[in-house]
């Protein structure tokens, strides 16, 4: 099962929005809404930030939204802070093979 | 309050095993489907395999399916990772992540630990 693809990496100035792409296929990310979105920072275990596509957990700014669009699902962050900094992942569940794949990780700098 | 950690973790040889545990506490470990996730040293995150509630049902990835096997002890609240036949790509940060009591699947986390490094290394 190959991964997610993300970009590598994606930049932004303070107050600005960006948007990470996740893409998959019909199998896993277009094929059913169990697509969740990591924040990694250095030495830190990951941290959900979206769950089922679109749901924003407790405690997590009403910055970060979910979306899903066909076979791609996208992460945006909205008035960028210092702090948003990370590794960002995707996961989506595998269709009829109860598997999790993630996506290959997305590095933001905030400029 | 909710705490994952991770043990068990070391430097072996190749086609060796090491068995990590995850100790579960601030909640019932029954109550919630478990995974295992890894991270090699720079590398992305890797889904290794996930347990049902009672342990009946166990997923595994290609890459660990017939060499690991996950289960749990619920009265010790307690998860475990049991790794045979290891090899030098087995190399990583071995997180233990609880499934989200709000999500309506089985594959999306609340919780992980901090992580517990296997080195398979000859």
């Known amino acids: 099962q190959s991964a997610l693809t993300q970009p590598a990496s994606v930049s932004g100035s303070p107050g600005q929005s960006i948007t990470i792409s996740c893409t998959g296929t019909?199998?896993?990310?277009?094929?059913?809404?169990?697509v969740s979105w990591y924040q990694q920072h250095p030495g830190r275990a990951p941290k959900v930030m979206i769950y089922d596509v679109s749901n924003r957990p407790s405690g997590v700014s009403n910055r970060f939204s979910g979306s899903k669009s066909g076979n791609t699902a996208s992460l945006t962050i909205s008035g960028l802070q210092a702090e948003d900094e990370a590794d960002y992942y995707c996961?989506?569940?595998?269709?009829?093979?109860?598997?999790?794949?993630f996506g290959g990780g997305t590095r933001l700098t905030v400029l | 309050q909710v705490q994952l950690v991770e043990f068990g973790g070391g430097v072996v040889r190749p086609g060796t095993s090491l068995r990590l545990s995850c100790a579960a506490s601030?909640?019932?470990?029954?109550?919630?489907?478990m995974h295992w996730v890894r991270q090699a040293p720079g590398k992305g995150l890797e889904w290794v395999a996930l347990i049902s509630y009672d342990g009946s049902q166990t997923y595994y990835a290609d890459s660990v399916k017939g060499r690991f096997t996950i289960s749990r002890d619920n009265s010790r609240n307690t998860l475990q990772l049991q790794m045979n036949s290891l090899r030098a790509e087995d190399t990583a940060l071995y997180y233990c992540?609880?499934?989200?009591?709000?999500?309506?699947?089985?594959?999306?986390?609340?919780?992980w630990g901090q992580g517990t490094l296997a080195t398979v290394s000859s």
């Open positions: 601030g909640f019932s470990l029954s109550n919630h489907v």
């Open positions: 996961s989506s569940y595998v269709i009829s093979r109860n598997l999790l794949i």
């Open positions: 992540a609880r499934v989200s009591s709000y999500s309506s699947g089985w594959y999306s986390f609340d919780y």
């Open positions: 019909s199998s896993d990310v277009g094929g059913y809404n169990y």
